[in-house]
């Protein structure tokens, strides 16, 4: 049996369908004005799922940045404080070497403990080397200078390590040991006991030679310290190449997911352009005969 069709069915279909084209047409050109897919999370489930993702690994990966850039300071700062402790220390043991020059008299040899002296307060100011205000040889104890300049001595018993997350699961130690440095080979005979005892001596007019192996040993423990932190400068740099390759990755995969491909929405505005003019032209068709036509 044949279903009775009137003219109201064929206006509300033909309103309808233009309804739809529409709404096709500001679909399209909401994505080719905001250059992305969709607008709001209804608009594509799946792919609002994935955004959420993306960005939240985009995050991620640069504070995993910020924490390594922030690491690379700590370790530049280190490593050119233990150089310059490095340099102090081996102009010690050249005075050492010449203080036993049989040449050298008692006021020469004063001279030297006044040069010492200084060298020795000029490692104090190394010890409590600091940035952004936190003392980097003070292990966890960042706000207490890890030198006393009063006593002379390095008074700091704090070897904690300062950690920073620098990728998933992965914490990089950004702090030198200031024990293993200055407290080298214990608190009683370290650096700056080792250099009270060396101006004494040579304030009493005494050569200062019999030093020279634990200077040596001082200078080799500096270098052994130094050469950890260049290693752990080493893995920083290898982090830092993967986080970047990781940052690229990530961004492409997000523009991938939301981003619009203009040409192909351009394309198909201009199909749903011809699709909507037809549609008129149909309607148009449609709606223009009546019963008044046929009476005149």
Do not use: C
Not at 162 to 176: A, H, M, T, Y
């Amino acid at each position: 049996m044949a279903m009775r069709v009137t003219q109201n069915m064929l206006n509300n279909n033909m309103l309808r369908n233009l309804h739809n084209s529409m709404g096709n047409m500001n679909k399209l050109q909401e994505q080719l004005s905001s250059g992305k897919k969709i607008s709001k999370p209804s608009d594509d489930p799946v792919i609002a799922a994935r955004a959420v993702y993306y960005r939240s690994a985009v995050i991620e990966n640069e504070q995993y940045v910020s924490n390594l850039n922030q690491a690379r300071s700590w370790l530049e700062m280190s490593d050119k404080s233990l150089e310059e402790g490095n340099n102090v220390l081996q102009r010690v043991r050249e005075l050492l070497i010449y203080s036993g020059d049989p040449a050298v008299g008692p006021d020469s040899l004063k001279a030297l403990a006044t040069e010492i002296t200084q060298l020795k307060d000029h490692l104090g100011t190394v010890a409590n080397q600091s940035i952004n205000g936190r003392y980097i040889f003070a292990g966890t104890d960042t706000l207490t200078p890890p030198y006393d300049q009063t006593t002379g001595d390095f008074t700091n018993t704090n070897s904690e390590q300062i950690s920073l997350e620098v990728s998933q699961q992965i914490f990089l130690p950004i702090n030198p040991n200031g024990q293993a440095v200055f407290n080298y080979p214990d608190p009683a005979n370290n650096v700056f006991k080792l250099l009270d005892k060396i101006i004494t001596d040579l304030n009493n007019g005494q050569p200062v030679t019999q030093y020279l192996d634990d200077m040596t040993s001082q200078i080799d423990n500096m270098v052994r310290e130094r050469a950890a932190l260049g290693a752990r400068s080493n893995r920083v740099d290898l982090i830092e190449d993967r986080l970047l390759t990781e940052g690229v990755t990530i961004t492409e995969l997000m523009s991938e997911n939301e981003d619009t491909d203009i040409a192909k929405v351009i394309t198909d505005l201009k199909t749903q352009e011809n699709v909507h003019r037809a549609a008129l032209g149909a309607g148009a068709r449609i709606i223009q005969p009546s019963l008044l036509d046929f009476l005149r």
